[in-house]
T-cell receptor
Framework: EAGVAQSPRYKIIEKRQSVAFWCNPISGHATLYWYQQILGQGPKLLIQFQNNGVVDDSQLPKDRFSAERLKGVDSTLKIQPAKLEDSAVYLC??????????????FGAGSRLTVL | GENVEQHPSTLSVQEGDSAVIKCTYSDSASNYFPWYKQELGKRPQLIIDIRSNVGEKKDQRIAVTLNKTAKHFSLHITETQPEDSAVYFCATWGGGFKTIFGAGTRLFVKA
């Protein structure tokens, strides 16, 4: 099966500029996640979608970050305006709940953001 | 909120030795415990997982143990090889329907 596609792979911007990342999950996966991974840390969940509805966005800095998943397939994550501390890898993942009590995530290659 | 603590943050072993990474969690509703391996510059990939109704699971050189009463679980890698060098993340999933990751353990296997 095709994997999780993300673009762009790398992006360098100045602070206060805006940036958008795109993700195409594995076909048929209902759940889509955006994680932020700062260098040397574990992935931190920003937002989780089930189809095109938001399940959890409690850790999304809503004053500058937004995300949408139109039609329950592709998703975009936007940052506007960017801050230096937003420098990180933004990982998209998708999953299809496998029976009871299991949730295997498949990650994309990530989008590395550098804010100068 | 949910929290997953992982130790140690860095682990260095000699090739052929065993490596153990431990995690504790706070959410008693957690019922699925995956482990992901992330090689340098690559995406995290699932290497083994365990469900709450199982105490131990083994897959070749890797094994995971779970103690639900104590809320901790561990990854065991035996006969380590240089290609095991990577960052390992434990995670939990359960009541909140979201996967929470530990901070990661950087494993170095010296040849």
């Amino acid at each position: 099966e095709a994997g999780v596609a993300q673009s762009p792979r790398y992006k360098i911007i100045e602070k206060r500029q805006s940036v958008a990342f795109w993700c195409n999950p594995i076909s048929g996966h209902a759940t889509l996640y955006w994680y932020q991974q700062i260098l040397g840390q574990g992935p931190k969940l920003l937002i989780q979608f089930q189809n095109n509805g938001v399940v959890d966005d409690s850790q999304l800095p809503k004053d500058r970050f937004s995300a949408e998943r139109l039609k329950g397939v592709d998703s975009t994550l936007k940052i506007q305006p960017a801050k230096l501390e937003d420098s990180a890898v933004y990982l998209c993942a998708s999953s299809s709940l496998l029976g009871a009590g299991a949730n295997v995530l498949t990650f994309g290659a990530g989008s590395r953001l550098t804010v100068l | 909120g949910e929290n997953v603590e992982q130790h140690p943050s860095t682990l260095s072993v000699q090739e052929g030795d065993s490596a153990v990474i431990k995690c504790t969690y706070s959410d008693s509703a957690s019922n699925y415990f995956p482990w992901y391996k992330q090689e340098l510059g690559k995406r995290p990939q699932l290497i083994i997982d365990i469900r709450s109704n199982v105490g131990e699971k083994k897959d070749q050189r890797i094994a995971v143990t779970l103690n639900k009463t104590a809320k901790h679980f561990s990854l065991h890698i035996t006969e380590t090889q240089p290609e095991d060098s990577a960052v390992y993340f434990c995670a939990t999933w359960g009541g909140g329907f979201k996967t929470i990751f530990g901070a990661g353990t950087r494993l170095f296997v010296k040849a």
